[in-house]
Each structure stands twice: as structure tokens, then as C-alpha cells.
């Protein structure tokens, strides 16, 4: 793709520098951002700017807030002595969504990913060890993805904390709400039957 | 979606603004933005502000340019006297791509679309009459989409410049290079039929 003007052209390289965004589609953002009015495109960049230089993560659990610590880790209603161990903010939104977790969080900024160069010295789980070590935590519930790397993660957390006296969960695997028995994978049908639990009429909804 | 920073919910809801991106697409890139070098977040920032600011658009046709004239207006060996009209520069650099164009430009900036409230003067075809006037044009293609906005403008183009001692010609319409007769809509089909055209062995490629 050739242009015509550099400002353009910079402007597509930046755009099409995230996650799943083309070159057209970054060309069509930028044509559409051209006739917007100045106030907003100004108003777009210090946003953009603020990003770096104002935006905080809780010093408690590390997810991304305008506090020093966050709204949950500040809240005295949510039960402090249960942790829920996530990738990053994005899971803490969703779990937040479901209305129905009153823990605390801690975000580990990632998974280990050997491929990605993403190792345990990269993600929050010192912190973690040492909130374990130092604070009175309960149970620790883990919430990372079903993939290769939240498996390896959440190993490698459970190695790090079986000492300690602290009770390690991993959230459940089964069949989701609405889905059809015929077509969930084996391994998660299979999963399920493992793992089943007593029928109870408050789940039948 | 509910954020718990006022700065991520900001930088999502201007990402979200843009054609085509939801709230989830905003927040990943957002996300994304985050872990970036500030360099980098500072840049974007500064080339979005310079849009609005530096961005300059030929005196000639309209086309986005670094120039007060473009490259191809300024560029000797190109044909002045033919001129290519389009709906805006996405259109100008798809036909600089085919590399077989050796006229100018004309872009209109948009088409005539009352569902819209675009209306004739909204565009730049107050500029391309008075180009008409002054300088000697001998032909004027017209480029538009074959859309009801594309045709509308084609038709309001042509009865603008009916009068004027000048060719004016559109861009064929027919079964694109690759593709089966079998599956063509028959509106294309059919007009590719009567505005057939001498078999030539150089078209065979």
C-alpha cells in the first residue's frame, strides 16, 4: 500500500500496530478521524498520552485503577481472605459482570508462555507468594484460561503455594449454560462427568 | 461494560467511536496500548493531534497530500487534461495501485446521499465545474461506486457538465477479472453483455 502523504502513512503504521487491525481498516479509522471534529481527535490523543503517564494499578492485586488501591481492595464488604487469581483486567471485568464473586483479586499481568518469552520472573506471582506469606488468605481460587498456558500457570502457582496453609481451587470446567451435550469436545463432556457435583434444585436455572 | 478507571473507560469509549470497532475490540486494543514503550504511546498520540493540524489537502483535486499540490498534479508527465473523478483518497491510491492511470484527480469527498443529509454542495463539484471553465480538460471519467449514491452523483455530475465541450466517460461495469459467469448478479451480467467490447488478445490475461 502506497500513500500519498507521511502523516497518513504514520498514522496507519500506528493503528495497524494493534491487535487484529489491518492496514485497511487502519486506513479507513484514519479517514474517519480526519472529519471528526479537532476538539475530539484532541481530546483522543491526551487520552492516549494519559494512558502512560496517569493511569495506576492497585498496589494491592495490580489491576488497572485511578487509585493507589482499587475499588474492590478498598471495599470492606469483599471478603479480603479470598483471593481470585486472574490474567489481567479484562477477567476481573468479566467475574465483576456476573455480580456474584465477593473476593478480592490478583491479576497476574499474563500467563507463563515459554513461546512468547513470558516467564514466572514477568508476571505478578511473587506478589502473590507474598501476600500468601504475609496477609490472612484462605482460599485462593484460580481463574485462568483452559489453554496450554493457563494449565502451565496455574501448575506452576500450585507448586509455589502447596506449602503453604492456604486453600488452592481452580474455577470449574463443564458444559456452559445453554450449550448442547452432543456438541461440547470430549474433554470437557469428560470433564464434567469427573467432576460432577450434588444436584441441587438453585442450579436449575 | 462497567470500567473501574475513568481513564481506560475514556480510551475505550474514543477507540469505540471508530467504523467497525466495538467495546470489547476498543479495550483489547487498549489493553494492548498499555503494555507498549511510552515512546511509542506518545507518537500515536502526537501523529493523531497532527492529523487535525498539519494534514493538508491538494488545491487542485482535493486529495489528501504534505503538499498545497499533490504528487500526481505536480508530476509533468502526467495527462492534465484528463481527469478522474472520486469519492475520496481510499479510491485515488486503489487506482494509483493498478499502475495504468495517467491522468489526474478530481476528489469530490464524499457522494450525494439524502438518507445522510450529503448534498451536492457538501462536495467538491463547485471546484471541478470551475476546472471545467478554466482550464482545458478534454475528459472526465467518472469513478464512482456502483452504488444509488455513486449512481445519483454520476447523474448529477453529468447534467452539470452536459453543456461544457467536454468527454465525459465512467469507469466499465462487468464480470471482475477471476470471476464465473454462472455466479455474476444478473444486473452485472447483463450490462456487461451490452456494453460488450472488441476482443482484443491483450485483454486475455
Redesign the interface.
Known sequence: ????????E??VG?FS?????GKK?A????????NQD?Q?????????????????FCKNCH????HDI???CANPIRNQHLVCVVQ???D??AI??TGLYKGVYHVLGGLISPMEGIGPSNLNIDSLVAKVTSQEIKEIILALNATMEGETTSFFIFKKLASFNVTLSAIARGIAVGDELEYTDEVTLGRSIINRIPYNTSLAR
Request: proline content about 2%.
Open positions: 500500500m502506497e500513500f500519498t502523504s507521511k502523516l497518513i504514520q498514522a500506528h500496530s494493534l491487535p487484529g487491525v481498516s486506513l479507513r479509522y484514519v479517514l474517519h478521524l480526519i479537532t475530539d481527535i484532541t481530546n483522543f490523543s491526551d487520552v492516549l498520552k494519559a494512558l502512560k503517564h496517569d493511569l495506576k489491576t488497572i485503577s485511578d482499587c475499588e474492590v489481567d483486567y479484562r476481573v471485568m465483576e459482570n
